[in-house]
């Protein structure tokens, strides 16, 4: 094993370059450039993590250290808290490199606590296991299985490709451009999900959840925010307790369901199914013209906001049930407190 301890790099001036007085620059800087990395542990209490696999940039871990609340130390200060109160290492084995920053007790004096972050640069085909709870995630341009928790910051993904399971108590998530197998879940604070395809599991109880261009199994749920999506395809299931639901140019197996507002569906075409639900608000429905449904629809009053020409069945005040332009996909709508209004397009 190559192991290489940063409490003693200052005097080591081939692995290591010490900072200025900048927050943009590292404190200390391991380039990784000889190692074939494919594997990055990281383990850190007070600070974020960045992990990037984006081309034209030289392998390497950063370190970025400051104090409490973000405060700018001297150099010598730092060095004088790491040798007193953390232990810090980079270590690097089997292709894997291991970045690891823990207090060495409980602070008495929270001043004397610092911010300990890290910058790692690494080849496209890498997997992760990222800890913090001090600190934001960030990753970009991997492809492999990743793996990140934080209790103290959001999460920024972009860009994977591979078996992606991220969670925080403490922060929002942006997920973009990525795709295979995603899982991700907050307590605290929203989710944006944009051009992603695959398998992909979103969980909020503290925000809302925005879909964009999404395409595969989408399972996307919150208790703590409303629901915007657009542009779905394949199959997707959502619902809220806390807040209406707005969804256009759906093309899809589509479940939605709220308690706490109205739902707004906008169908470009029905996939195997469609089912509403909406227990403290209205659905207004617009559906395809020209597709061949089953209709199943309940709500206080559910009234056709355009003339309905190829309608075969029961159409009473306050329930519908019958087909159009001969039958096909089933679709069920039901508001238990309010109106389905709905129109084909």
């Known amino acids: 094993m190559k192991t290489y301890f940063l409490l003693f790099a200052l005097a080591c001036s081939t692995t290591t370059a010490l900072a200025q007085d900048d927050s943009r620059t590292p404190y200390l800087t391991k380039s990784l450039a000889s190692d074939a990395i494919n594997r990055v542990v990281v383990n850190t209490s007070a600070g974020g993590i960045l992990v990037s696999g984006r081309s034209g940039e030289a392998a390497r871990v950063e370190v970025y250290i400051k104090g409490n609340n973000g405060r700018d130390l001297s150099k010598e200060e730092i060095k004088k808290r790491l040798d007193e109160d953390y232990d810090l290492s980079v270590s690097v084995s089997g292709h894997e490199v291991r970045a690891i920053a823990k207090s060495k007790h409980n602070f008495s004096d929270w001043k004397r606590q610092m911010s300990i972050s890290f910058k790692i640069y ?4 890498t997997s992760t296991d990222l800890r ?41 998530i942006s997920v973009s451009n990525s795709g295979n197998d995603i899982n991700l879940e907050t307590s605290g604070g929203g989710i944006i999900a944009k051009n992603c395809t695959g398998k992909i599991r979103l969980e909020t109880s503290g925000g809302g959840l925005t879909l964009d261009n999404l395409n595969g199994n989408i399972n996307a749920n919150t208790s703590g925010g409303g629901i915007h999506g657009n542009s779905i395809t394949g199959e997707l299931n959502t619902s809220t307790s806390g ?65 309905i020409n190829s309608f075969n069945g029961e159409w009473e005040k306050d329930h519908v049930k019958g087909s159009v332009n001969g039958g096909g996909a089933p679709v069920t709508a039901e508001a238990s407190s309010g109106n389905v209004n709905v129109r084909f397009n």
């Open 132 to 172: 913090t709870s001090g600190g934001g995630i960030n990753l970009d341009n991997l492809k492999g299985n990743e793996s990140f928790t934080t209790s103290g910051g959001g999460l920024n993904i972009d860009r994977l490709n591979g078996v992606v399971r991220g969670e925080t108590s403490g922060g929002g």
């Open 122 to 125: 690494v080849p496209e085909q």
């Open 243 to 307: 807040g209406g639901i707005d969804l256009k140019q759906m093309d899809c197996s589509l479940s939605a369901s709220t308690s706490g507002g109205s739902l707004n569906a906008q169908i470009k075409r029905v996939g195997k199914y469609l089912k509403l639900e909406a227990s403290s608000g209205n659905i207004n429905l617009e559906l395809p013209l020209k597709q061949g449904l089953n209709l199943d629809l309940r709500g206080n009053r559910v009234q056709p906001t355009d003339k």
